[in-house]
């Protein structure tokens, strides 16, 4: 019995050149659609892909959180440990993240060790979280010099679309926020830690970091939360972290930079700061 194929409609054929085109040609396919003042996915320059955040869904965690940013998914999850504190910090805890790029969240990602692109979201998450002073690490001692907490802030990328510093800062930040760690006490005598379940307290957050990331394609254009698909054709990735006061903790520049340099930086502070005030209701 001979089959028979279903003809392909012209806008089912027109679909197919764009996408074979833009696996060919990516660069050109991305300035033809920027000379339209318009970008792939339909959104201007400046506008920024929706955020969900959720938190307390990892009850297995001492916090945790699931945040959204367009279709780059993070899942961020809290476990707590007691550890000795190191020698010169007798009276500091300790704050670990990391973020895991799995090969199921992009074809990008090979199956194996940790890509160098995990090792260095991690050491730059690292930096802001320390940099913004957002937990105080002395808060995490029991007892100086004997017992304190260990906090291993552990983030997955489940899929992803680009953007993952600023998606796993925020979902570091909210699972942060979400955590509760029982009361601990240290006994002199025989040198161990006890934990009442009973009793839980809240991390002592004192600030808010948020990232706010902006592509610079071909010297002119900044392009506002960049895509997977637009991450390796840009020239240059500004990411801004703010507090929830509008003040600047850390900036750093991906890339090669542009002539303009001055000029984008400004204008992606601005955007960041109103940005920033955006976010506020989902930290």
């Given at each position: 019995?001979?089959?028979?194929?279903?003809?392909?409609?012209?806008?089912?054929?027109?679909?197919l050149?764009?996408?074979?085109?833009?696996r060919?040609?990516?660069?050109?396919?991305?300035?033809?659609?920027?000379?339209?003042?318009?970008?792939?996915?339909?959104?201007?320059?400046?506008?920024?892909?929706?955020?969900?955040?959720?938190v307390?869904?990892?009850?297995?965690?001492?916090?945790?959180?699931?945040?959204?940013?367009?279709?780059?998914?993070?899942?961020?999850?809290?476990?707590?440990?007691?550890?000795?504190?190191?020698?010169?910090?007798?009276l500091?805890?300790?704050?670990?993240p990391?973020?895991?790029?799995?090969?199921?969240?992009?074809?990008?990602?090979?199956?194996?060790?940790?890509?160098?692109?995990?090792q260095?979201?991690?050491?730059?998450?690292?930096?802001?979280?320390l940099?913004?002073?957002?937990?105080?690490?002395?808060?995490?001692?029991?007892?100086?010099?004997?017992?304190a907490?260990?906090l291993?802030?552990d983030?997955?990328?489940?899929?992803?679309?680009?953007?993952?510093?600023?998606?796993?800062?925020?979902?570091?930040?909210?699972?942060?926020?979400?955590?509760?760690?029982p009361?601990?006490?240290?006994?002199?005598?025989?040198?161990?830690?006890?934990?009442?379940?009973?009793?839980?307290m809240p991390?002592?957050?004192?600030?808010?970091?948020?990232?706010?990331?902006?592509?610079?394609?071909?010297s002119?254009?900044?392009?506002?939360?960049?895509t997977?698909?637009?991450?390796?054709?840009?020239?240059?990735?500004?990411?801004?972290?703010?507090?929830s006061?509008?003040?600047?903790?850390?900036?750093?520049?991906?890339?090669?930079?542009?002539?303009g340099?001055?000029?984008?930086?400004?204008?992606?502070?601005?955007?960041?700061?109103?940005?920033r005030?955006?976010?506020?209701?989902?930290?």
């Amino acid at each position: 019995m001979a089959s028979t194929m279903t003809p392909i409609s012209p806008q089912e054929q027109e679909a197919l050149k764009a996408s074979i085109f833009q696996r060919l040609h990516p660069r050109i396919y991305l300035e033809r659609f920027l000379s339209e003042n318009i970008r792939p996915d339909g959104r201007d320059f400046d506008v920024w892909r929706d955020v969900f955040v959720n938190v307390g869904s990892i009850t297995t965690a001492d916090g945790s959180a699931l945040v959204r940013l367009g279709n780059t998914t993070i899942v961020c999850g809290v476990k707590a440990e007691i550890a000795e504190p190191e020698l010169d910090r007798a009276l500091e805890g300790f704050l670990v993240p990391n973020l895991d790029l799995p090969a199921i969240c992009s074809p990008k990602f090979k199956p194996g060790p940790p890509t160098e692109e995990a090792q260095v979201l991690s050491d730059r998450l690292n930096e802001v979280l320390l940099a913004s002073g957002m937990l105080p690490l002395s808060s995490l001692c029991i007892h100086p010099g004997k017992a304190a907490w260990v906090l291993y802030v552990d983030a997955t990328c489940i899929n992803y679309d680009g953007n993952a510093f600023d998606a796993t800062l925020i979902a570091m930040v909210a699972a942060l926020k979400n955590t509760q760690l029982p009361k601990a006490t240290f006994d002199q005598e025989s040198g161990t830690t006890t934990c009442s379940r009973k009793t839980k307290m809240p991390l002592e957050i004192t600030r808010t970091p948020v990232s706010m990331s902006f592509g610079i394609f071909d010297s002119t254009h900044i392009l506002s939360d960049p895509t997977a698909f637009e991450e390796p054709l840009l020239d240059t990735t500004l990411s801004v972290v703010l507090d929830s006061d509008g003040q600047l903790i850390s900036l750093s520049q991906l890339g090669l930079g542009s002539s303009g340099a001055q000029n984008s930086l400004q204008s992606c502070m601005t955007a960041a700061k109103k940005r920033r005030g955006e976010l506020a209701q989902y930290i």
